[in-house]
C-alpha cells in the first residue's frame, strides 16, 4: 500500500492506493462505492483481468484517504484526474478502463475512457414515504437545535463533517444525462435482488446508453464480491 499527496482544489489530498504490476500494457483502475474502500474491490477482482495492471484507490474521505473539504462528484473526478496524471504501473500512464461500483460507478461517466459499472449509483428516484417523513422531521427539528442523527441513512453513520454534508449533495446528483451522453465503450452489471440501487435504475440506464451491453447476475448489491471471474467472462465474450 502506498499513499500520495495530490494538491487540487486549492487543497491537498493523501490518496491512498495499491498498485498491481500484472507486466500487461493497460491499466484498469477500481473504484469504491460509497462507505467501502480500495480492499474490497481487491478481495474482488485481484485475480481477475490479469490482461491489466490493477489500480486500487481509497476515494478521498474512505479508507486511508483524506478529504479535508466538501465534495461533489465533479470535484472527486478532479482530483482523480490529478492522481491518475501522476501515477504510471509497468510504464503505462493513466487508466484505459475504469470499474466502479454504485458511487465509484457514477464517477467512472466522468471519465473519458472506457467503463465497467457494477450496480451504478446515480439515477434519482422518488423517495419512499419513510424516507419523505424522515427527511420533514429532520427540518422541524433543526431550528430546534436538536440533532436528529437518528433519522440519518446507514450509508451516513460516522461521517465526518465534511463527508456528510459531501453525502447529502452527491445522493442528490441526478445523473441521467451523463449516461445518456457518455460516448465511450460500457458494461453494466447488476445485481438481481439489489436494493440500495434499485433494478428500476438499471432499466433507466438501460433505456438511456445507447453504446453499453447489460448484464444481471445473481445477487445483491455486492454481487461481484464472489463473481469477479463470470464478469470478466462475459464481459470479454461480449466485447464491443
Excluded at 97 to 120: D, R, T, V, W
Excluded at 175 to 203: C, H, I, M, Q, R
Excluded at 206 to 215: I, T
Amino acid at each position: 500500500m502506498a499513499s500520495r499527496q495530490i494538491t487540487c482544489l486549492d487543497h491537498t489530498f493523501n490518496i491512498s492506493y495499491l498498485l498491481i504490476d500484472n507486466k500487461a500494457t493497460k491499466n484498469l483502475c477500481f473504484l469504491h462505492g460509497w462507505g467501502s474502500n480500495k480492499e474490497l474491490m481487491k478481495l474482488a477482482f485481484e485475480n481477475s483481468f490479469k490482461d491489466y495492471n490493477h489500480i486500487y484507490i481509497d476515494l478521498p474521505g474512505f479508507g486511508a484517504s483524506s478529504n479535508p473539504i466538501i465534495l461533489d462528484s465533479q470535484k472527486y473526478a478532479l482530483i482523480l484526474k490529478k492522481f491518475f496524471s501522476e501515477i504510471s504501473v509497468n510504464g503505462v500512464q493513466g487508466v484505459q478502463l475504469l470499474s466502479g461500483h454504485s458511487f465509484g460507478g457514477k464517477l467512472a461517466l466522468l471519465f473519458e475512457c472506457e467503463i465497467l459499472l457494477l450496480s451504478s449509483a446515480g439515477i434519482l428516484l422518488e423517495k419512499s414515504l419513510k424516507t419523505k417523513s424522515k427527511i420533514a422531521l429532520s427540518k422541524l427539528l433543526k431550528p430546534l437545535g436538536i440533532k436528529a442523527s437518528f433519522l440519518r441513512s446507514k450509508d451516513a453513520d460516522s461521517l465526518t463533517p465534511n463527508m456528510y454534508e459531501t453525502f447529502k449533495i452527491v445522493v442528490n446528483e441526478n445523473y441521467k444525462s451523463y449516461y445518456a451522453s457518455f460516448k465511450y465503450k460500457a458494461s453494466v452489471f447488476w445485481g438481481e435482488n439489489d436494493t440500495a440501487t434499485p433494478l428500476k435504475s438499471f432499466e433507466i440506464i438501460k433505456s438511456v446508453m445507447s453504446n453499453a451491453r447489460f448484464f444481471m447476475l445473481k445477487g445483491d448489491h455486492y454481487f461481484f464480491l464472489k463473481q469477479a471471474s463470470l464478469i470478466e467472462k462475459l464481459y470479454k465474450e461480449n466485447s464491443i
